[in-house]
T-cell receptor, first 110, second 113 residues
Framework: SQQGEEDPQALSIQEGENATMNCSYK?????LQWYRQNSGRGLVHLIL?????REKHSGRLRVTLDTSKKSSSLLITASRAADTASYFC??????????FGKGITLSVRP | DTEVTQTPKHLVMGMTNKKSLKCEQH?????MYWYKQKAKKPPELMFV???????INESVPSRFSPECPNSSLLNLHLHALQPEDSALYLC????????????FGPGTRLTVL
């Protein structure tokens, strides 16, 4: 069963704009990760935020985590056409398993 | 070297064929994973190997048979597949079995005719 649910399901923005994607989950977690997947390719790890962290930055990425609301957001600033991809949040669970959300399709128009 | 490689990139097979997918990593990771991903869906975990031993089998049909010959290699043997098994098969690895950063290969696009 899926733990994370991303919102929105699809997002289309102009190059240079910021993109915000949200992920909600149901049970308690140790960490939450965001991955990017270009069409038909493998997933690329973007960032991991632990349950005792509230915010994390990596380049143009900013991730927040609100464990009280069981939600996380991924902000991509100054988007580029190359950011066009699917984005998945993933939460840890029992038995060393990651559970992925349904994914968000981001399109960045040049 | 932070790369996970998978071969072949594409595979077309009939329902009576036997084929194998291969995954390799040289990062010294001791946990390796197989995922299946259908179009516009998230990856679904199939198998987890930890220290070359199968630790998780997500109730995968026996027509999929995983094998971990050594700490760097992971195979997925395919036999008598169905058309609905057509998907992108992804391999991943982590330093230890757990839920930290997973390093994914580019996947094998499998089509079953």
């Amino acid at each position: 069963s899926q733990q994370g649910e991303e919102d929105p399901q699809a997002l289309s923005i102009q190059e240079g704009e910021n993109a915000t994607m949200n992920c909600s989950y149901k049970t308690s977690i140790n960490n939450l990760q965001w991955y990017r997947q270009n069409s038909g390719r493998g997933l690329v790890h973007l960032i991991l935020i632990r349950s005792n962290e509230r915010e994390k930055h990596s380049g143009r990425l900013r991730v927040t985590l609100d464990t009280s609301k069981k939600s996380s957001s991924l902000l991509i600033t100054a988007s580029r056409a190359a950011d066009t991809a699917s984005y998945f949040c993933a939460t840890d669970g029992a038995n060393s398993k990651l559970t992925f959300g349904k994914g968000i399709t981001l399109s960045v128009r040049p | 070297d932070t790369e996970v490689t998978q071969t072949p990139k594409h595979l077309v097979m009939g329902m009576t064929n036997k084929k194998s997918l291969k995954c390799e990593q040289h990062m010294g990771h001791r946990a390796m994973y197989w995922y299946k991903q259908k179009a516009k869906k998230p990856p679904e975990l199939m198998f987890v190997y930890s220290y070359e031993k199968l630790s998780i089998n997500e109730s995968v049909p026996s027509r999929f048979s995983p094998e971990c010959p050594n700490s760097s290699l992971l195979n997925l043997h395919l036999h008598a597949l169905q058309p609905e098994d057509s998907a992108l098969y992804l391999c991943a690895s982590t330093q230890l079995a757990g839920t930290d950063t997973q390093y994914f290969g580019p996947g094998t696009r499998l089509t079953v005719l």
